[in-house]
């Protein structure tokens, strides 16, 4: 099945930079990837997805890429703002056809005014 | 539309004692997953419930039970509580292969 992980437990950003949040990902057969943002005492909401068939997609100031060669994916965060500050997880799932996702350890954006 | 439901936010219980916790998924979706997050182990899948019929399942032990009724509500069930099971559990419900939408989670603290 299939596993993800990410690469920095936290990050720390200023205020208008932007951010970048990596994660690798084990079966190259998996089609489907998820970006999920947790603030504190909330559950996690869905931020963009992708699948295998696209490169990149972009949503408001966020941006997933997607290398299928290394298996690894990111999102980026243009002009990284205070609201910003949560734990990002990358999702995916666990095989083919109908199975749950499994979800990274998690990065901690910390921005910094 | 209304999000994922879940009741209660906050428990408190003893080692031993038992719990259920409940879950209401967006309206139309009939596939509702538990998940447990704790600071060690990350956000670890339990079991996924469609059509009231368990269709996954993860590596706990049979201690963690669950149910989904016709209207797609589920229920969790944690039998003699560990400490160790102390976590916020997370329900999320899907519309087929697409993102999950979770709730705000239950903060289980067993004492």
């Known amino acids: 099945g299939e596993s993800v992980g990410l690469h920095l437990p936290t990050l720390s950003v200023q205020e208008g930079d932007n951010s970048i949040i990596n994660c690798a990902y084990s079966?190259?057969?998996?089609?489907?990837f998820i970006w999920y943002k947790q603030e504190s005492g909330k559950g996690p909401q869905f931020i963009i997805d992708?699948?295998?068939?696209?490169d990149k997609r972009q949503g408001q100031r966020v941006t997933v890429l997607l290398n299928k060669t290394v298996k690894h994916l990111s999102l980026q965060i243009a002009a990284t703002q205070p609201g910003d500050s949560a734990v990002y997880f990358c999702?995916?799932?666990?095989?083919?056809?109908?199975?749950?996702?499994?979800f990274g350890k998690g990065t901690r954006l910390s921005v910094i005014a | 539309k209304a999000g994922v439901t879940q009741t209660p936010r906050y428990l408190i219980k003893t080692r031993g004692q038992q719990v259920t916790l409940s879950c209401s998924p967006i309206?139309?979706?009939?596939?509702v997953s538990w998940y447990q997050q704790t600071p060690g182990q990350g956000l670890q899948f339990l079991f996924e419930?469609?059509?009231?019929?368990?269709?996954n399942k993860g590596n706990f032990p049979g201690r963690f039970s669950g149910r989904q009724f016709s209207n797609s509500r589920s229920e969790m069930n944690v039998s003699t509580l560990e400490l160790g099971d102390s976590a916020l559990y997370l329900c999320?419900?899907?519309?087929?292969?697409?993102?999950?939408?979770f709730g705000q989670g239950t903060r289980l603290t067993v004492v």
């Open positions: 999320a419900s899907r519309q087929g292969q697409t993102e999950a939408f």
């Open positions: 079966n190259s057969a998996s089609d489907y």
């Open positions: 992708i699948r295998s068939n696209m």
């Open positions: 999702a995916a799932p666990r095989d083919s056809g109908n199975t749950p996702l499994v």
């Open positions: 309206s139309g979706h009939r596939s």
């Open positions: 419930y469609f059509s009231e019929t368990q269709r």
